[in-house]
């Protein structure tokens, strides 16, 4: 049960997810950021970002495996690693390209998908010579994330409204947080990594973000 708890956890939430994961609280947050009045009317835009940045590198994964150039899709393997991540690098740079040309997005969202892409080529370089866990480097873009988006919009919109139910901003950051945890944890509990690697895969993350929202936020 507990193995099981695991893989939903590496599954929900994949690396490649987490850009769309962020476009979705940024509209929960404020949509007019993306000028649209509610985060409904921004699911156009979120499936868009979601087959670029998302659904492609997946299928270019599974079209590895399936012609034998990678053994698994887990990409268990250091080196089963290569040929995805220049997969997804490609895709991530060009939509990098599109969004910092785009005065449609907001700056803070382009400097999140700029430091992700950051964060996949640290992880690409370092997997020369040593394993990295690509889904704590995500989760730890993802905590930076919100906390800058609690940062700068905590006092303009300190509670989220679903449906019935209002949730406080801070609740986010503490839900993602835990989250980041378990993310870690079942990446020891599926011994897929060491957790030294672990570590450096949450520092690869908040790095990255950190650092180009210093830059371009």
């Known amino acids: 049960m ?15 997810f987490i850009i769309s994961y962020v476009l979705l609280l940024m ?9 649209v009045k509610q985060w409904h009317d921004g699911i156009k835009l979120l499936l868009v970002i979601f087959f670029s940045s998302a659904f492609i590198p997946a299928f270019g994964v599974v079209m590895m495996k399936a012609i034998g150039l990678i053994k698994s899709i887990q990409l268990s393997d250091r080196m089963d690693r290569i040929g995805p991540y220049i997969i997804a690098g490609i895709f991530y740079l060009w ?13 803070i969202y382009t400097a999140f998908v700029i430091g992700t892409t950051v964060t996949l080529f640290l992880c690409f370089t370092v997997n020369v010579l040593y394993k990295v866990s690509v889904h704590t ?19 303009i919109v300190s509670m989220l409204s679903l449906g019935n139910i209002s ?35 949450y520092i690869i993350g908040i790095f990255s973000i950190l650092s180009i929202y210093t830059y371009l936020g």
């Open 95 to 107: 939509l990098c390209k599109n969004l910092y040309s785009n005065n449609n997005f907001p700056d």
């Open 167 to 201: 949730i406080s901003i801070y609740s986010i950051g503490f839900l993602v947080l835990i989250c980041a945890g378990i993310v870690g944890t079942s990446r020891l509990g599926l011994k897929a990594h060491t957790p030294l690697q672990v570590v450096w895969g």
């Open 27 to 35: 509209l929960w947050i404020d949509p007019f950021l993306f000028g």
């Open 137 to 155: 480097a995500a989760m730890g873009g993802l905590f930076t994330m919100v906390c800058i988006l609690i940062y700068k919009y905590n006092s």
């Open 2 to 16: 507990l193995k099981l708890i695991f893989k939903i956890f590496t599954w929900v939430f994949h690396p490649l």
